[in-house]
């Protein structure tokens, strides 16, 4: 046989495999020179905390109680656990480095495999494809650090792509193409729920309205998986999102800025980092309905109306925010890049069957105006390698301690307390109490007023919550703070980003035992004006079991955790009740005599919902592999004018 038999196959194989290698490299080339002054795997700013080691998130995730705003049980974001699954690979902060700067690439990928049963020449898709990743909403999500909309811009294809599929007809693997768009979808609602709760209107809308030749009983079976399946996957963070609404219209990232009507139609949500090129995108659907218009254009105008409608939610309906602050609107990065798709799936439904030059042509246009509002904003955006950090000291002192950090907002953005450690991802996600947000706003007032007595009340009110040090917005100086209170606060290193630092002073923990003259202060007001006799007490939260000594009556176990519901307190094994100490914190009145206090916080329903959520990660798994793997199937028509796709 001739040496050169094989070579009509490789040629075949480099012509399937080049338009998508195109896309990528492209996209590629074109996110490193845009994001080359934040190329690390530590990305921080803006709306983006760092995510920490593959440890702490999953013991973030795990935790029945969290030392954020004062302490809440409140459930983690599911992103959490998609990050410690990922970040084996490359830590879970590198993870999301990678996912931010190369969103363009991978959606691009995304979007080209997603429209792979379109009729449509692969280089055509892979203009559209190219198209997509370029869209205005994902760089401005890069550069203001949103990474749940980052998330988004990568999974809508696939998860639209699987839902049109079940929509369609399930076929004989009904079972496995159900579960596979379950997983994404769950993937989505993990970090945008938003997104989540779009594609299941716009499931179960074409479940009842679209005609389909497939049986109904596996059809509305197919349905049900993807309606139920993602909510047990993401268990037990619905829960969370049923009682705080404002998650779900403000996303993981919090509220967006203002927006002018022209920017939202240029598909620019506001703000740094984008410039309204979409407008190419609507010129082009516009255009390609008007030349070449059909009932395949359908399915795209469907998705553009779900998107206009979220769009429509996000910005009409104003809320608080999770985490305090004033009424704002949300982000509308995630519906208009559920319009973006849809515009693009009209324009590729009018490019079915054999194209000439002038289309390609016209959608190298379409990529190069997209790629210029790309360079000339993407850029720009407060994200940057490097994240802020305390002394290595002082970050030391504050893990062998668990005493909290204050750190303060500025710019509208609202203070945190985090115990432990600093802020990082998935923090600002957590339902606290609903008196902890105006506590911290009050504060940061105090400590950036020239009120001496407000002040010295706030060092004390925090160090008594348990706070160690607290970090002061950008630009104020310590100087006058602490010249008011010396003998509450001491301004010691700065942290990494230069914000100056106060240490507290005055006698605290994790846990302290409070004697009878301080404990009329704890029940009667909300800051301590004294401290004398306050005796730290070497426990860790939540769960606390102490042995109190012999002493006088009237003395307080006062806990730097919020006073919830679900705090248990047992004296000697008897039930007793828990009261607010400062007004906001859990505190138990102990005997005289020597007596084992135990206090703790139960968590039997999230343990009960975690065990669902494992079945439900099973379930998933093993339907989720296709059967009959080893039997013949028959070869799957190629697009018109091309030998593979």
């Not at 998935?426 to 008196?435: F, I, K, M, R, T």
Request: with cysteine; proline share 9%.
């Amino acid at each position: 046989m001739p040496d050169n038999v094989n070579v009509p196959d490789k040629t075949s194989a480099v012509a399937r495999n080049a338009p998508v290698a195109g896309v990528f490299v492209v996209l590629a080339a074109l996110a490193l020179s845009v994001n080359a002054g934040r190329l690390g795997l530590d990305l921080a700013g803006g709306r983006l905390l760092p995510a920490g080691s593959l440890s702490e998130v999953w013991s973030a995730y795990l935790a029945n109680w969290h030392p954020v705003g004062g302490g809440t049980a409140s459930a983690p974001p599911a992103a959490l656990a998609v990050l410690g699954i990922f970040g084996a690979l490359c830590t879970p902060h590198g993870f999301v480095s990678v996912l931010m700067i190369a969103d363009a690439p991978l959606a691009g990928v995304s979007s080209y495999f997603a429209t792979r049963r379109l009729p449509v020449q692969p280089w055509v898709r892979a203009v559209a494809a190219g198209a997509y990743g370029l869209l205005p909403a994902a760089t401005a999500a890069v550069a203001q650090g949103r990474l749940d909309v980052v998330a988004a811009h990568i999974l809508l294809p696939p998860v639209i792509a699987g839902i049109a599929g079940v929509l369609a007809g399930p076929g004989q693997r009904w079972l496995h193409s159900s579960s596979l768009c379950a997983l994404g979808l769950a993937a989505l609602g993990a970090f945008s729920p938003l997104a989540h709760l779009l594609a299941l209107t716009g499931l179960v809308a074409g479940f009842v309205v679209l005609p389909s030749a497939a049986p109904l009983v596996k059809r509305a079976a197919a349905v049900v998986i993807v309606v139920l399946v993602p909510l047990a996957l993401l268990m037990p963070w619905p829960t969370v999102l049923v009682n705080h609404p404002a998650l779900v219209l403000h996303g993981l990232s919090g509220p967006g800025d203002p927006v002018t009507a022209g920017e939202l139609a240029g598909l620019d949500p506001g703000g740094a980092g984008a410039w309204p090129a979409g407008l190419a995108v609507l010129l082009a659907a516009v255009i390609a309905f008007a030349v070449r218009p059909g009932r395949a254009a359908a399915a795209g105008l469907a998705v553009v109306v779900l998107g206009i409608a979220g769009l429509a939610l996000v910005r009409l309906v104003a809320v608080t925010p999770l985490q305090g602050g004033p009424v704002s609107a949300g982000f509308a990065g995630v519906p208009l890049l559920v319009v973006g798709a849809g515009l693009l799936w009209i324009v590729l439904s009018a490019c079915r069957g054999d194209l000439g030059k002038p289309v390609l042509a016209g959608g190298a246009v379409l990529v190069v105006a997209l790629a210029v509002g790309v360079v000339v904003a993407g850029s720009g955006g407060p994200l940057r390698s490097g994240g802020p950090a305390l002394a290595p000291d002082q970050a030391d002192e504050l893990a062998r301690t668990g005493r909290s950090v204050l750190v303060l907002g500025g710019g509208g953005t609202p203070a945190m307390q985090t115990g432990g450690r600093m802020p990082r991802f998935g923090d600002e996600q957590l339902a606290v109490s609903p008196a902890t947000p105006a506590r911290l706003a009050d504060w940061q007032e105090a400590l950036t007023a020239a009120d001496p007595g407000r002040i010295r009340a706030a060092l004390s009110g925090a160090a008594a919550s348990g706070a160690l040090f607290v970090v002061l917005p950008a630009g104020t100086e310590p100087g006058p703070i602490v010249a008011s209170a010396p003998a509450l606060a001491s301004a010691v290193a700065p942290a990494s980003d230069g914000r100056a630092v106060l240490r507290l002073l005055e006698p605290a923990g994790q846990v302290v035992l409070i004697p009878p003259g301080v404990a009329r202060q704890a029940v009667t007001s909300q800051a301590p004006a004294s401290t004398l006799g306050v005796t730290p007490v070497d426990a860790r939260l939540p769960d606390v079991r102490v042995r109190v000594s012999d002493g006088v009556p009237g003395r307080l176990l006062v806990l730097a955790a919020e006073y919830e519901d679900g705090w248990r307190a047992r004296v000697d094994g008897r039930a007793v009740p828990v009261v607010p100490a400062w007004g906001h914190q859990v505190a138990v009145a102990v005997p005289t005599a020597q007596a084992d206090v135990t206090v703790e916080h139960p968590a039997t329903l999230r343990d009960v919902l975690l065990l669902v959520q494992v079945a439900a990660a099973l379930f998933t798994l093993l339907t989720a592999v296709p059967t009959g793997i080893g039997a013949a199937r028959p070869r799957r028509p190629q697009p018109v004018g091309t030998a593979g796709s």
